[in-house]
């Protein structure tokens, strides 16, 4: 007699919550990576819904958490599945900031090195090829 065999496990991607913050000029407040494999690369802050979070209010811990900064969110901007990562694939989801409520911006938690305000256009060297399409979007809209 045969045992049968379970069946496979089943994979599921996590949620990625961005904020994209403009300054007067349109330019877009950017990160640039301390650690592992995309650091010195520059990114959206962005970071992992955690469970049992509200999306929206996750994605403006992660921006407080990596910029210092509080904010207001607006409408969804972008939102994108991530393969990049075969191992830890994400559905990111871009939210606007309305604006920015209290704080002066700075790599509050360490996952970022500094911090700069970048055109959408002409960004620095990117750790995510998706943050390549929410920029180029933004630039050509």
Not at 13 to 18: C, E, K, L, R
Not at 57 to 69: N, S
Not at 110 to 125: H, I
């Amino acid at each position: 007699m045969t045992m049968a065999q379970p069946p496979p496990q089943q994979r599921y991607p996590t949620v990625g919550v961005a904020v994209i913050l403009r300054d007067a000029d349109g330019r877009i407040l950017m990160g640039r990576r301390a650690h592992g494999r995309y650091a010195g690369l520059w990114c959206i802050p962005c970071g992992r819904l955690e469970w049992d979070e509200d999306v929206r209010a996750g994605a403006a811990r992660e921006f407080k958490e990596e910029t210092g900064l509080d904010v207001t969110l607006g409408e969804v901007a972008a939102v994108h599945s991530n393969f990049h990562d075969r191992e830890r694939q994400t559905v990111g989801i871009w939210f606007w900031a309305d604006k920015s409520l209290a704080g002066h911006p700075h790599p509050a938690d360490g996952e970022f090195s500094e911090l700069g305000w970048f055109a959408p256009g002409d960004p620095p060297a990117l750790a995510f090829p998706t943050d390549a399409l929410v920029l180029r979007d933004l630039a050509n809209g």
